[in-house]
């Protein structure tokens, strides 16, 4: 079991509401739940998304599960899903050269920071997946696997991945030859390939020792390793 606050547990096989049916149980009604997408790709944009989802069967979203276990048809069913049921609901994209700047850990929970404070309803709770998120003015929790345990995690995480996705393809029309409307800016073998061959693109992360090394200033090395990818 868990423990979320005081005389607060949720059990195991508790399923993907559990946490928010124990935390309203404790008198915290709004608990929003906040990921990201794009933390370890070595292109585009960084998405948070966070979304509160309300108790009872409106909060229920068919489909709904971790993003990265759906395909991409049933991203955007849950999407649209998580959008319509929503309490509250909100995403911050944060572009390449700013992921440059802060690095990526600081960049990603200044993302996540950002899109609790930009809900419409303040939450009573924070659930994130992985690691805490502090600032947020609001208690919180972070979740070993929280976008495959916790309802409100996984919407925003659908949030997120599906945002960028959207944004990776109208990068794809901007720069057609890395081909990111395939591999999303992550690192696969087309991608390092495309790389390779035409240079970085003004969306790559310089942070990211495969672009650093495509663009002339590394030695090559025999496979590419990305010094900020943690996802």
Known sequence: MTRLVAGTTVRRDAGLYGYER???????????????????????????????????????????????????????????????????????????????????HVANVQAL????????????????????????????????????????VA???????VTRDRLMAGLHLEHPAYRFDVHKGYITPLHEELLTAHGPSPVHRTRFVNVRRAAGSEPPLSSARPVDATT
């Open 113 to 152: 920071r950002r899109a609790v404070a930009r809900l419409a309803v303040r939450p009573s709770y924070v659930l994130s997946d992985g690691f805490p998120v502090d600032g947020t003015g609001t208690p919180g929790l972070a979740v070993w696997k929280g976008d495959r345990v916790a309802g409100c």
């Open 22 to 104: 124990a935390l309203r149980r404790a008198g915290l009604e709004h608990v929003a739940g906040v990921d990201e997408a794009g933390r370890g790709a070595c292109a585009g944009p960084l998405v948070a998304g966070a979304a509160i989802l309300p108790a009872g069967r409106a909060g229920i979203v068919p489909g709904l599960a971790d993003s990265k276990l759906l395909t991409a048809r049933a991203r955007e069913r849950a999407y649209d899903q998580v959008v319509r049921r929503a309490v509250a609901w909100a995403v911050v994209v944060v572009d390449a050269d700013e992921c440059d700047r802060l690095g990526m």
């Open 155 to 161: 919407a925003a995480s659908v949030l997120a991945k």
